[in-house]
């Protein structure tokens, strides 16, 4: 039963330039959420996918970006990529129950280094 | 006030020990809680979630809720130092989003 899987492993941009993640979500999961955990922080919830619709989104400007797609893979884009976008990006796969999602199982993560 | 508080530590203690990791939400309608693990460079690990008051207990390790006291905690019986990683208290608010603590840092000593 494959887990959660995330590309890239690391990523290095510069300032300016854009990024896409990528995400599949473990088998028999329909929920996709993304965070963002900074250096000696708890992971920040970014925004949530369910039915390739945003359901819930975070303090996150408009430059983070999401889209999920039929086979529930998602990815996060980011625009104009500032220095302090450099952080951990992490996927987490759930399966909505009862419009509540369910427990969140965390992908390895993106490192994302913006110079 | 932070939604979700943790104590950073780090909290040291000796192998076979019992470790004992505390934290607090703001969110009285928080509908569920989860304990994950993280060590270091890698993504977090989920070690149990918990529903409602009481204890739950899975191997060596105990979750506690206290709803009325917003207090959540987890107990690690005799602690190895392969426990030794960030313990992120995570509480899901009921609007789909986990909102997590900062970690306490857990150091298990041979």
């Known amino acids: 039963d494959a887990g959660v899987t995330q590309s890239p492993t690391h990523l290095i941009k510069t300032r300016g330039q854009q990024v896409t993640l990528r995400c599949s979500p473990k088998s028999g999961h329909d929920t996709v959420s993304w965070y963002q955990q900074a250096l000696g922080q708890g992971p920040q919830f970014i925004f949530q996918?369910?039915?390739?619709?945003?359901?819930q989104r975070g303090n996150f400007p408009d430059r983070f970006s999401g889209h999920q797609f039929p086979n529930y893979s998602s990815e996060l884009n980011v625009n104009a990529l500032l220095l302090g976008d450099s952080a951990l990006y992490l996927c987490?796969?759930?399966?909505?129950?009862?419009?509540?999602?369910?427990?969140?199982?965390f992908g390895p993560g993106t490192r994302l280094t913006v110079l | 006030q932070k939604e979700v508080e943790q104590n950073s530590g780090p909290l040291s203690v000796p192998e076979g020990a019992i470790a004992s990791l505390n934290c607090t939400y703001s969110d009285r309608g928080s509908q569920s809680f989860f304990w994950y693990r993280q060590y270091s460079g890698k993504s977090p690990e989920l070690i149990m979630s918990?529903?409602?008051?009481g204890d739950k207990e899975d191997g060596r390790f105990t979750a506690q809720l206290n709803k009325a006291s917003q207090y959540v905690s987890l107990l690690i019986r005799d602690s190895q130092p392969s426990d030794s990683a960030t313990y992120l208290c995570?509480?899901?608010?009921?609007?789909?989003?986990?909102?997590f603590g900062t970690g306490t840092r857990l150091l298990v000593s041979p």
């Open positions: 918990i529903y409602s008051n």
């Open positions: 996918y369910y039915e390739e619709e945003e359901r």
């Open positions: 987490a796969s759930s399966l909505f129950y009862s419009g509540v999602a369910d427990t969140q199982y």
């Open positions: 995570a509480v899901n608010t009921g609007f789909q989003k986990l909102v």
